[in-house]
């Protein structure tokens, strides 16, 4: 039996203005949620960024923090997801080491197997991006693991709800 938390994700509209993010992960820090992922970009609605944050902790808590992001001023909507019904993926590209024909040839084939693809080609490494679910992410960094990774960026999750729901002004 294991005592780790639940992974929770939570997405919010917010005004794209200065201070927002460091507002939400100091609400966050106060009720002593760790967060695992966090991510924010540009939404389809002009002037607001979505943020997604993925993080683990006790249901109650964490619709507290909730209601406490919908009271931020610069925060417009907010939400938890669940986790059966949305799209959740991360974006990573790992820079693996190919001193020699045969390894940039098995880097090539369990790229493909993954439905990655190499973004550079050095002489003696590749970048890989490689797009899926987490565990998908995790485990073809194990598997370049052994191979000889140099470097790893990883976007953190991103979540969008599936089917006609959606987290709008109109939400």
Known sequence: MTDVEPLHMVSALVENKP??????TNLIHRRSFNIETISAGESEQEGLVR???SMRGDERTLEQIVKQLGKL????????LDSARTVLRELA??????????????????TEIFKGHVVDVAH??????ITGDAEKVDAFIGLM???????????GLIALPRGTRSISLEA
């Open 93 to 110: 590209l790992v820079k693996v080491e190919t001193p020699d024909t045969r390894i940039r040839s098995d880097v090539i084939n369990y």
């Open 51 to 53: 943020i997604c944050i």
């Open 124 to 129: 003696e490494s590749l970048v890989i991006e």
């Open 73 to 80: 001023v610069n925060v417009v909507s907010v939400d938890i």
């Open 145 to 155: 693991r052994s191979l000889g990774i140099k470097e790893i960026a990883r976007t």
């Open 19 to 24: 201070g927002v993010l460091h507002s939400i």
